[in-house]
């Protein structure tokens, strides 16, 4: 079974779940439900006005939270409410296919509640395709998880003692684009290793980086 990126959060106690007003609130359909942690970017298409969500938390009565899943996987359009930004905006998944999604839920029994993630292919670690999508509860993290999956899918030598040298140099030319997110630290990662080979020869040739003997 394919490991995901994101470990599942932490259970909510009762008084988290009594503060879940304060929350977004996705909507469709008639359905509704608190979200509690999201990750998303605008449509490149500016006509679309709305934004592409590659990772949601939901948090709410069974049947809301299923029916949201359902539509949000075929396509349609939600709106997402941010009372406390005093706005409110048009979402849908990111165009991934409907296969390549992951719908993980639990019951969280002491709030009376039902708490699901939808989740991409991108975001798993056993996943086969290039890009990915790195899904971190702390900013430091990244650099490690970072390596893990770049080490995983590009034929090419890396060590795990350049993670932060691979992944600033990912931030700065673009390879790892950071979205907008609540709840945790996400970015849309795209490495290019024909150029990234270039970049690990040259940093290497000038002593940026360099080989740990075995044994050292």
Known sequence: MQRIALPTPPRRDQREAAETDALPILQAGGFSASVDAFAWEPDPDPAARRMRLWFLSLLGPQESVKALWARLVKGEMATMSLEALGSAHFCSLAPEGPRAWRFYTANLRAAAAYHALLVPEAALYGGDRRDFL?????????????????????????????A?????????????????????????????????????????????????????
């Open 134 to 162: 790195l899904l971190v509860r702390q900013p430091e993290e990244a650099p490690m998880l970072h390596y893990r999956f770049l080490n995983r899918r590009l034929d090419l030598p890396l060590h795990p003692s350049w």
């Open 164 to 216: 932060t040298w691979l992944w600033e140099r990912a931030l700065r030319v673009g390879e790892a684009i950071p979205l907008e997110s609540r709840g945790l630290c996400a970015h849309r990662c795209v490495p290019n290793p024909e150029q990234l080979g270039v970049d690990l020869g040259t940093a290497l040739r000038e002593g940026i980086l360099g080989l740990i003997e075995s044994g050292a």
